[in-house]
C-alpha cells in the first residue's frame, strides 16, 4: 500500500513533443506529490508539487494532472527539449517521501 | 543560498569496514532526511532528523544510523559494511512550504564497498 507505481520505465520523444509520465498509488493518505529531476551524477532536483485538493498545476511547460478518485498523477512536458533529457521521478508523501521507480526520459532533435 | 552539502563525494571501502558520511543543509532548513539509491531498489527512505530526533526511519537494519547536530547538520553511519551498501547516499533538507515539507536533495556520496 505504500507503492507508487510509475510508467513507462524509459520514454523516447522527439524535440518539441509532450512527455507525459504517469504514476498511481494505493495510499490515500498521502497529501503531498513531488516530482524530480535527476541527471546523471547528480541529486533529484525538485521540479513542481501538488497536494490532493488541487487537480491541475502548471509551471512553466511542467504540468501535474492530478486524479484524486483514480489514484493517479501524471507530469507533462510540454515542447520537450534535448535538455529535458533525464530521469523523472514522482513520489507521495505522508511523512516520507515514497519515490516511484523513475522513467529515463530521451528527447532527440 | 547555498544548497545541500555532502561530504565526501566518492568513497571506496572494503567489507567489514565501517563508513560516516556527512550532509550540511540548506540554512535555515531544520529537518535532514537520508535515502539510498540503487539501480535495483530506486530511491529508499533510510531516516529523518528533526531538532537533533530522529522522526521518521525506514526499512534498513540497525547497521545503518545517523544523528544530527545542533546546527543541523547530519552524518549517517553504516558499520559492517556489505558488498550490498554500495549505492549513492543522498541527504535531503525539508522546508515548510504551503503546508507540506519540500525536500532539496544534496549530490549525494558514491559509495563503493569491496
Known amino acids: 500500500q505504500q507503492q507508487v507505481k510509475q510508467s513507462p520505465q524509459s520514454l523516447i520523444v522527439q524535440k518539441g513533443g509532450i512527455s507525459i509520465i504517469n504514476c498511481a498509488y494505493e495510499n490515500t493518505a498521502f497529501d503531498y506529490f513531488p516530482w524530480y529531476q535527476q541527471f546523471p551524477g547528480k541529486g533529484p532536483a525538485l521540479l513542481i508539487a501538488i497536494r490532493p485538493d488541487v487537480s491541475e498545476k502548471k509551471e512553466g511547460r511542467f504540468t501535474i494532472s492530478f486524479n484524486k478518485s483514480a489514484k493517479q498523477f501524471s507530469l507533462h512536458i510540454m515542447d520537450s527539449q534535448p535538455g529535458d533529457s533525464a530521469t523523472y521521478f514522482c513520489a507521495a508523501s505522508t511523512d516520507k517521501l515514497i519515490f516511484g521507480t523513475g522513467t529515463r526520459l530521451q528527447v532527440f532533435p | ?114
Not at chain 2, 558488498?83 to 504551503?98: H, I, K, P, W
Open chain 2, 1 to 114: 543560498k547555498a544548497g545541500v552539502t555532502q561530504t565526501p563525494r566518492y568513497l571506496i571501502k572494503t567489507r567489514g569496514q565501517q563508513v560516516t558520511l556527512s550532509c550540511s543543509p540548506i540554512s535555515g532548513h531544520r529537518s535532514v532526511s537520508w535515502y539510498q539509491q540503487t539501480p535495483g531498489q530506486g530511491l529508499q527512505f533510510l531516516f529523518e532528523y528533526f531538532s537533533e530526533t530522529q522522526r521518521n526511519k525506514g526499512n534498513f537494519p540497525g547497521r545503518f544510523s545517523g544523528r544530527q547536530f545542533s546546527n543541523s547538520r547530519s552524518e549517517m553511519n553504516v558499520s559492517t559494511l556489505e558488498l550490498g551498501d554500495s549505492a549513492l547516499y543522498l541527504c535531503a533538507s525539508s522546508r515548510l512550504a504551503g503546508g507540506s515539507y519540500e525536500q532539496y536533495f544534496g549530490p549525494g556520496t558514491r559509495l563503493t564497498v569491496t
